[in-house]
């Protein structure tokens, strides 16, 4: 299990907190207003009331001991580089920062943030990668050059197994997983078979993906 302090709770931070609770993780949800850490108080494991420009109240919390911090305060952004470097001299092993533009990202990133994301900019290029691809069903970055991609089975694919199609050597993908309806085959066998209506979840560089939309 995978312990994390989400700091800032608007609607960002609020649904990512709720969302890691609902998928097992131990969360302590801290905002500076009583009435936002209220309103997840029921949703997550812990949520305090408390200002995270405070190392002290950080180091009271026991931050040092979580395995990730999300600071999910993107519009400050003198708050957000006083609340990463006490996560940083605190210790806090991976340190996920919400950005508002390319600059607040570039400061963060400096200042030793793990991960900095700007959330609109992030979903705006997988909804136009989606958008531009008439059979992308979704699509996941992983990073700069890699992702997970979400598309119908090929034709050429269809009643092949997956060690005949031999994409990895060919393509340079990885098939993760196989959707049908509501089943999930995930890390499915060599020989499985695949059918009509099958979705592939397929991961792999931008380039890779790029082919394997063209089937």
């Not at 609770?21 to 309103?39: F, I, N, P, R, S």
């Not at 890699?146 to 005949?164: D, H, M, Q, R, T």
Request: with cysteine.
């Amino acid at each position: 299990m995978k312990f994390y302090v989400v700091i800032g709770l608007g609607r960002f931070g609020s649904a990512l907190a709720r969302q890691l609770c609902k998928l097992g993780a131990e969360v302590l949800a801290l905002d500076v207003k009583g009435d936002l850490v209220q309103q997840v108080a029921n949703d997550v494991t812990h949520a305090v009331v408390g200002d995270a420009q405070d190392k002290e109240v950080l180091r009271a919390l026991g931050v040092r001991n979580m395995d990730c911090a999300v600071i999910a305060i993107g519009d400050n952004l003198a708050a957000s580089v006083l609340i990463t470097m006490n996560l940083k001299e605190l210790g806090v092993p991976y340190i996920v920062c919400k950005a508002h533009d390319e600059t607040h990202r570039k400061v963060l990133e400096k200042l030793g943030a793990n991960r900095v994301i700007i959330p609109e900019y992030e979903y705006a290029q997988r909804l136009a990668r989606t958008l531009n691809s008439h059979n992308v069903l979704d699509y996941i970055e992983l990073s700069e050059d890699y992702g997970i991609l979400e598309v119908p089975a090929p034709k050429s694919w269809i009643g092949k197994c997956i060690n005949e199609l031999n994409v990895r050597a060919k393509l340079g993908v990885n098939i993760i997983a196989v959707e049908n309806g509501d089943k999930t085959n995930v890390s499915p066998a060599a020989d499985y078979r695949i059918q009509e209506g099958d979705v592939m979840v397929v991961l792999g560089d931008s380039y890779a993906l790029s082919r394997v939309q063209k089937l």
